[in-house]
């Protein structure tokens, strides 16, 4: 009887514990951990080709642009040019009837913003790239006023030169950007960076 009781207990497990045969199984029945490193791996592969397609079209572009020469001057740049002549024209305006405590710092400004206008518009006449790049950055300037002085009117009859001023500045903004580009093909062929017969790329 004794035997028998002895034989019972070692054949006795503790509830909730599972023999080294079923530990064996339980650890080959759950799946492999998904290959994180392979998948960012693609992800920043997929990004590399979108980026080397944005690429290949930057260059298609840039070889289908013909350079600008001193002699030509497209339309656009004929408007930027009287276009910055009738800001500049405005600021002498504001300058001439200023009043009040701050007459004295708004003409100041007014006069260095004026020169910096003639220098963009001349400079830009001559197609030259650093004085696009100032006109682009006051047709932007240009933009940003116009919309700030649109909330801010208190005239209703200066509701369409409000309106007129962000919105042509804004359409000679982005055509000129073509220009711009045409404009530093032309000076990098120029200086000899690039060859004649061969695109900027």
């Not at 028998?4 to 023999?19: E, L, M, S, V």
């Not at 920043?44 to 079209?57: I, L």
């Amino acid at each position: 009887m004794a035997e028998g009781k002895r034989k019972r207990k070692r054949g006795t497990r503790p509830a909730g514990t599972a023999g080294p045969g079923a530990a064996t199984a339980t650890v080959a029945a759950e799946p492999p951990a998904p290959p994180a490193a392979d998948e960012a791996g693609g992800g920043r592969g997929a990004m590399t080709r979108g980026y080397a397609k944005a690429e290949q079209k930057n260059v298609a572009a840039r070889e289908a642009l013909e350079p600008l020469h001193g002699d030509e001057r497209p339309g656009v740049v004929v408007a930027a040019v009287v276009w910055l002549a009738l800001i500049a024209a405005g600021m002498v305006y504001t300058a001439i009837t200023a009043e009040g405590d701050n007459a004295g710092s708004t003409r100041l400004g007014n006069v260095a913003m004026i020169v910096l206008i003639v220098v963009a518009a001349v400079g830009t006449w001559r197609l030259k790239y650093w004085a696009i790049l100032g006109t682009q950055t006051i047709l932007a300037l240009s933009i940003v006023i116009g919309f700030v002085a649109l909330v801010t009117l208190t005239k209703a009859w200066l509701v369409p030169l409000a309106v007129a001023q962000p919105l042509i500045s804004a359409v000679l903004f982005f055509r000129m950007v073509k220009v711009m580009a045409r404009v530093q093909k032309a000076e990098l062929i120029r200086r000899g960076e690039v060859p004649a017969d061969r695109p900027s790329a």
